[in-house]
């Protein structure tokens, strides 16, 4: 069976990066193909080149045989190329069905909106992908799974041929997880030619009929999933044998530095307790929305709680902003990089020293000398990849804005540091440069709390373990009670005996 | 086992290299041709005093420009800086009237100009309002002050030694209001580019969240940005009223336009995160000199009012099409 949609000899290059070098891609009818790669091994720009956000400098793109281009993202949407990436581009403020149609919603024969088709189009659309969402609903009510199923559905009604799911599952919490796999199946019966990308090798292995491997810009290996190791992909992604295992340490625990004590928050957290020593890894797991996040904004002074004491050392600290949290030594690395961590505009050196910049300036006047030393420093021992220091953060890789974004806060010399998924969407590359530099800084005596939904991250890196549930401690564990089981049955509030 | 880490250099082209593809070396070529094209079309033109006389067209709003440029790079705008100028000289006539002496009217200009800051400073940084929102409210507000403290009437008879601060002369041909322009270029110019309260400027316009997470007190820092606007339009105040002797509460009406095409010819971005204080020096310039030669071949304002427009509008959209083609 030839490929619906096939790309041969694509280059694209950017100022100083050749993103793509002569990469090949082929999808088919009814199979999920996995792309795989290291950030920055070209999956983003293989995606803006297939959806018409780029142009390739060079190569064919032939779909149904017949050799296209798309000079516009809406060329390829009309072709039926259709996106689903991992921060949902939609519309908050228009309702279900108004972000389905948007754009080829159907007329009446006045040319004015036909609303009637549009209801019962988008309902009949999710109907097919076993939703019963409300088509007047507003999509900001809505949770990021819902989002997708709308964005699913609105792939649907353009009678899209190639759905792209760019990282789907990073925001999703187990049980949506397995929705969306339901949903790829049903994709996937209706024949579309899908492809799939992530970095979750359980997933991979789970939905994708086939694979290809990018590396560095450049096309390394396909074929059938059945027919090649987790090993055989990790050494094509990276050119080289990665050990999967976490980094082992010596567990030399200290002081306790951060003493938390009946912690409150109206609404998002209630009768948090717990202490955090020198020298370890506090892990803290939970479904999304259990308030893990929430209690860590709130240490880290964005949030205010409403009840409750912090010690750091023996000093009882009130912390109002995230300048007072700063100079008691806590720092945070947020999940929303985005958002939050990057300031992608900024150059990466002037990124690094923004919080510090009371030590590289002297009287309020800036060094330069003194702020590219310390951002080298720091990206140095993080062993970034950029082309010179004051390159715009935004033009990096992911995984690599997210080295620079740890680089600022370790170059603070802090006392605790908040890691919020710290590996959520990089590569695993530098998911284990991020868990050895973790390591690292434990058995430097910094105190670290990690919160994560990866169960294999959070048992292979914590000391011990916090669970949280709807905004409480319900368990901590450590020594031998560390195990999945454990810690999916306490987050889903499951009785061990049960 | 681990390779050495790779050497990543500072800068990936040289500080010149980048400065001539600036949008500043687009501004100075500009304001180079408008120069030739003046002294070719009057012969009034190039008269060091003539020029000296021109740049009084523009000292006062650039002050103002200075530190407008500041705050629209931090993401916000102040519109109520020409009704500040209103307040902070009717306050001044007051203070006349009072029997004050200059440093008294100065405080005064200077102290209402920091007063109408700090308000709109608590609105935009403490209540969280948009400031394109509170400025507009006090915009009314602040000229409507102006209107019942003096109705139809004027405040006039200034004393002589004020006269200086808007028509005195430091040296030869550089009035007291260029050099004043001039140091104040300088100051704006390090504050924003050398030191860490600039840097947090464009941390903030560029992305407040990630500014804010990053330990930059956001609310003070936009404060402080207000507060500048506010005693920079005191100091404006105290300029203008001295030039023209007296004051009216229609002072200054419509500067707030001037001053933001300034700030936007300058190349400042009206989304905030990007700009400099020389482009907003040559923007000064430029403006300066066109509002001057058209003033020479007695061309009427209207006119030079729609130049500008099509000026600011093809400076800005000239880059952009390049970019595309």
């Known amino acids: ?498 | 086992m681990t390779p050495p880490p790779r050497f990543i250099p500072d800068r990936l082209q040289s500080r010149a290299a980048r400065a001539l593809r600036s949008w500043e070396t687009i501004l100075v070529a500009v304001a180079i041709a408008i120069f030739i094209t003046n002294s070719f079309m009057s012969p009034f033109f190039l008269n060091a005093w003539n020029l000296s006389d021109a740049t009084f067209n523009f000292t006062e709003k650039a002050m103002i420009a200075f530190a407008m440029a500041m705050l629209i790079i931090a993401g916000e705008i102040d519109l109520s800086v020409a009704s500040i100028i209103a307040l902070a000289s009717t306050a001044m006539g007051l203070a006349m009237q009072a029997g004050a002496g200059v440093p008294v009217l100065v405080l005064a200009g200077m102290g209402t100009g920091l007063i109408c800051g700090a308000v709109n400073g608590f609105l935009v940084a403490g209540l969280g309002l948009p400031s394109i929102v509170v400025t507009i409210g006090t915009l009314s507000l602040f000229r409507g002050i102006a209107f019942i403290v003096l109705g139809d009437k004027a405040f006039t008879g200034y004393p002589p030694e004020f006269a200086f601060f808007g028509q005195g002369y430091v040296w030869w041909v550089f009035s007291f209001e260029l050099v004043l322009f001039a140091v104040l270029a300088v100051i704006y110019w390090v504050l924003l580019h050398r030191t860490s309260f600039g840097r947090a400027v464009y941390a903030i316009g560029n992305n407040a969240t990630a500014a804010q997470f990053s330990g930059i007190r956001v609310a003070r820092v936009r404060f402080i940005l207000f507060l500048m606007t506010g005693l920079m339009s005191g100091i404006a105040a105290v300029c203008l009223t001295s030039r023209l002797g007296s004051t009216r509460p229609s002072i200054a009406t419509g500067w707030e336009l001037e001053v933001v095409t300034m700030v936007v010819l300058g190349g400042v971005s009206i989304l905030g995160g990007a700009g400099s204080i020389p482009g907003v020096v040559l923007a000064a310039f430029i403006m300066g000199m066109v509002t001057f030669g058209f003033g020479l071949l007695n061309v009427p304002g209207i006119v030079m009012s729609i130049f500008l427009g099509v000026l600011l509008i093809s400076v800005i959209a000239l880059p952009r099409l390049f970019r595309r083609g």
């Open chain 1, 1 to 498: 069976m030839p490929p619906v949609l096939s790309l041969r000899g694509i280059s694209k290059s950017f100022p100083g990066v050749k993103a793509l070098q002569d990469v090949q891609l082929d999808l088919y009818q009814g199979q999920v193909t996995a792309l795989i790669g290291e950030n920055g091994a070209g999956k983003s720009t293989i995606v803006k080149v297939l959806t018409g956000i780029y142009q390739p400098d060079a190569g064919t793109i032939t779909l149904d045989g017949k050799s296209v281009r798309f000079p516009t993202a809406q060329s390829a949407t009309r072709a039926g190329v259709t996106a689903i990436h991992q921060e949902t581009v939609l519309f908050d403020e228009l309702s279900v069905a108004e972000n389905i149609w948007l754009g080829h919603a159907p007329r009446t024969r006045l040319g004015l909106l036909d609303w009637r088709s549009i209801r019962e189009g988008a309902r009949r659309l999710l109907a097919e992908i076993g939703s019963d969402l409300d088509p007047d609903q507003r999509l900001g009510d809505l949770g990021i799974a819902s989002k997708h199923l709308v964005a699913i559905a609105r792939a649907l009604s353009t009678d899209a041929r190639v759905v792209i799911l760019d990282e789907p599952t990073a925001a999703l919490s187990h049980k949506e997880i397995h929705e969306l796999y339901d949903l790829v199946e049903t994709l996937k019966a209706k024949g579309k030619a899908i492809l799939f990308i992530s970095h979750k090798f359980d997933e991979i292995y789970h939905i994708a009929d086939r694979y290809t491997v990018f590396r560095d810009g450049q096309f390394v290996g396909e074929g059938a999933i059945s027919d090649v190791t987790e090993g055989q992909l990790v050494h094509m992604m990276v050119g080289r044998s990665v050990d999967q295992i976490f980094p082992s340490r010596a567990r030399n625990i200290g002081d306790p530095v951060l003493t938390v004590a009946g912690y409150n928050h109206p609404t998002e957290f209630a009768d948090i307790g717990f202490t955090l020593h020198r020298g370890e890894i506090l892990g803290f797991y939970g479904l999304v929305g259990a308030g893990r996040s929430e209690l860590m904004q709130a240490l880290f002074g964005i949030t205010r709680p409403s009840k409750g004491a912090v010690r750091i050392g023996a000093d009882i600290r009130v912390i109002r902003s995230t300048h007072d949290a700063i100079a008691a030594g806590i720092v945070y690395v947020p999940e929303d990089r985005g958002k939050q961590g990057a300031i992608r505009a900024l150059p990466i050196f002037q990124n690094i020293t923004l919080p510090s910049l009371s030590r590289t300036s002297r009287a309020g006047f800036l060094r330069l000398a003194r702020e590219f030393k310390l951002a080298r420093d720091y990206t140095q021992r993080l062993d970034l990849r950029a082309a010179a220091l004051d390159q715009e953060l935004g033009l990096l890789s992911g995984g690599n804005q997210q080295k620079v974004v740890i680089a600022k806060w370790l170059a603070m010399r802090p006392r605790v540091i908040i890691l919020d998924e710290p590996t959520k969407g990089i590569d695993i590359g530098s998911k284990a440069a991020v868990h050895e530099f973790m390591a690292e800084l434990a058995a430097e005596g910094l105190a670290v709390i990690m919160v994560s939904s990866e169960i294999p991250e959070v048992l292979g890196m914590s000391d011990r373990v916090i669970v949280m549930r709807e905004g409480r401690i319900i368990d901590e564990v450590t020594g031998e009670r560390m195990t999945p089981e454990t810690l999916v049955r306490a987050a889903a509030g499951i009785s061990e005996a049960a």
